[in-house]
């Protein structure tokens, strides 16, 4: 299939490599083999989260309709996907939009209509049984629905084992054509920030401001996001808050917190946050943003190979009991790639450690009176030396003058 002459010069437009695509399908293969496994189903709902299909296909699940795949031990996959109802066609895994597929099955499910849920789930049951499958794996297993998964352990004789841990382990390390394209989203966001200092202005409410960052990072090959932004006068806190939430009206001395959660044009995540005033920082909200990023820095300077999660989880709280702040309920660190959220997650319950290539963000955040002390950027873990933030924005509190 040939590209058009547009998408061989716009460097927005940027597809993985069938070399990069080659490795992730050679790990697969080999894990499958190892545990004698005839294929490994892997399934996502969105774009955001559900990331195994991407990684597998180049191909994001799109428009919140459910996509799978089952990737066999040898030869091309089979994708299920949104269309006509019985839809089957069959293709030479050389397609630029289905790299590595054989046979592309479709089918009108929605997960909002109920007696629907169980289409997708009956047409991976019908091709495992068609095939013969004895043994398989299924990746993401409890993020699934219901519908799917029992239809799939239904099939008579068919044995199905967890291979989620592989997965994840597998997306958590980065190539260096991954690391390269997550460098770039990080200079993108950089970019979309600098934007940002151009256009804000009082009378701007903080839903403009979003709809521009929206806009900015289209342009550079964005195709999903979750920005937030939050602005209030310096005696209240300028909380993140999502679109339904951004209708206040910016005023000269207010702040604005933003954080830029997209992607870049090769489908990978970083995240920038960043605050704004309109106006001539205050000391209170100086000190806060110093706490944070000396929160940051606590944790990163602790970031090597082989670092656990659940310590550094417990280092992080350790410095905010020493600064007068309550334990992290939630979740300050955590790996990204094709998903916004990804393993490892800093946080006591998790067994996976760092490694390197690991792309790491970073977001400590603390409520101290009126003041919001956050900041946020990306890290990679390097072997030999200590772990590299790879945002340029500087960590301050950008004053606009209005």
Not at 179 to 208: C, N, S, Y
Request: hydrophobic content about 40%; overall charge negative; glycine content about 8%.
């Amino acid at each position: 299939m040939s590209v058009s002459d547009t998408e061989a010069t716009d460097p927005a437009i940027r597809r993985t490599s069938r070399k990069e695509l080659e490795r992730r399908w050679n790990l697969v293969r080999a894990r499958l083999q190892e545990e004698k496994l005839e294929a490994v189903i892997v399934f996502a709902s969105e774009d955001y989260l559900g990331a195994d299909v991407r990684w597998l296909t180049d191909r994001p699940a799109t428009f919140g309709y459910h996509c799978a795949i089952i990737f066999p031990a040898d030869g091309l996959m089979t994708l299920v996907e949104h269309g006509n109802l019985g839809g089957k066609r069959h293709s030479n895994g050389e397609e630029r939009d289905y790299p590595g597929l054989g046979e592309i099955l479709t089918t009108a499910a929605f997960h909002s209509v109920s007696y629907t849920q169980r289409f997708e789930g009956e047409m991976l049951a019908n091709a495992v049984r068609s095939r013969g499958y004895r043994r398989i794996g299924i990746a993401g297993r409890d993020a699934m629905p219901h519908g799917v998964v029992n239809s799939i352990e239904s099939v008579p004789n068919l044995e199905v084992t967890d291979f989620t841990d592989f997965i994840e382990h597998a997306r958590s390390v980065k190539s260096a054509e991954e690391i390269e394209e997550i460098r770039a989203t990080a200079a993108m966001q950089d970019a979309i920030f600098a934007k940002l200092l151009e256009t804000v202005r009082p009378g701007m409410r903080d839903m403009d401001v979003t709809a521009m960052l929206v806009g900015e990072g289209r342009k550079r090959g964005s195709s999903q996001h979750v920005l937030l932004a939050g602005s209030a006068p310096s005696n209240e806190v300028p909380a993140l808050r999502g679109f339904y939430a951004q209708g206040r009206v910016m005023r000269r001395g207010d702040y604005l917190t933003v954080l830029i959660e997209n992607n870049g044009a090769g489908g990978l995540y970083t995240e920038l946050g960043r605050t704004v005033v309109l106006g001539k920082p205050c000391a209170e909200r100086l000190d806060a943003l110093a706490i944070a990023c000396a929160a940051q820095d606590d944790s990163v300077k602790r970031y090597r190979a082989g670092a656990s999660c659940a310590e550094l989880a417990a280092a992080h709280d350790e410095f905010r009991a020493l600064n007068g702040l309550p334990p992290e309920r939630r979740l300050f660190a955590h790996g990204q790639g094709y998903a916004l959220v990804e393993r490892p997650l800093l946080r006591a319950d998790e067994s996976m450690t760092l490694a390197a290539d690991m792309n790491i963000v970073t977001h400590p955040a603390f409520l101290r009176g009126s003041a919001f002390g956050f900041v946020c950027d990306n890290h990679i873990i390097h072997a030999d030396r200590p772990a590299e933030r790879i945002h340029r924005t500087e960590q301050r509190i950008f004053a606009v003058d209005c």
